[in-house]
């Protein structure tokens, strides 16, 4: 099936720090998604992204859809505490029916 | 507002037994979806529902059931369960399939001894 890697897997940054991480698939995806998952929780969507080069932004994070339809970026500028959690990319193709999600991206925020 | 509803939250079976996770969504969604998540391997897909009546199989279906009971329920029937089903499992819903919009339930921890 499809697969989406997202990298780095980990990241343990300071408080204040810009953070970049991002999602690499081998099939074209016509729509990426960002969703953030809190300890304990289910993943809550962040961006939603629906054109090639389109850079969207919610706050302090801003995202990409790569010109190859094939990847995605996504930014956290001046991080902070609450930040803290597993970032998941997630691609919906064509056939728009079902999501597939990335491996995620584990976030630890130092003070 | 209570969004989807998951249950139970936590589940230890032993190998063979079988059980049923419940789901349940108060935002008259048309899809609903079933998804497990292991460490390393992010969300994948078990089963989905476009809408009310219709199921169909994702990435990773083989040892589950599903049933559509009606639009607000969607559950998942392990029916011999194994230590490979130890997974944290989650239920999601959108407005139509596809919808970027999928909002997820708070997870049951299963574990199969």
């Known amino acids: 099936g499809q697969q989406l890697n997202q990298s780095p897997q980990s990241m343990f940054i300071q408080e204040g720090e810009d953070v970049s991480m991002n999602c690499t698939s081998s099939s074209i995806f016509n729509t990426w998604l960002w969703y953030k998952q809190d300890p304990g929780e289910g993943p809550v969507l962040l961006i939603a992204l629906y054109k090639a080069g389109e850079l969207t932004s919610n706050g302090r994070l801003t995202a990409q859809f790569g010109i190859t339809r094939k990847d995605s970026f996504l930014n956290i500028s001046a991080s902070i505490p609450s930040d803290v959690g597993i970032y998941f990319c997630?691609?919906?193709?064509?056939?728009?029916?079902?999501?597939?999600f990335g491996t995620g991206t584990q976030l630890k925020v130092e003070l | 507002n209570a969004g989807v509803t998951q249950t139970p939250k936590f589940q230890v079976l032993k190998t063979g037994q079988s059980m049923t996770l419940q789901c349940a969504q108060d935002?008259?969604?048309?899809?609903m979806y079933w998804y497990r998540q292991d460490p390393g391997m992010g969300l994948r897909l078990i089963y989905y529902s476009a809408s009310e009546g219709t199921t169909d199989k994702g990435e990773v279906p083989n040892g589950y059931n599903v049933s559509r009971l009606n639009k607000r329920e969607f559950s998942l029937r392990l029916e011999s369960a194994a230590p490979s089903q130890t997974s944290v499992y989650f239920c999601?819903?959108?407005?139509?399939?596809?919808?970027?919009?999928?909002?997820f339930g708070q997870g049951t921890r299963l574990t199969v001894v």
């Open positions: 935002m008259n969604h048309n899809s």
């Open positions: 997630a691609g919906i193709t064509g056939g728009g029916n079902k999501l597939t």
């Open positions: 999601a819903s959108s407005e139509v399939q596809g919808s970027t919009e999928a909002f």
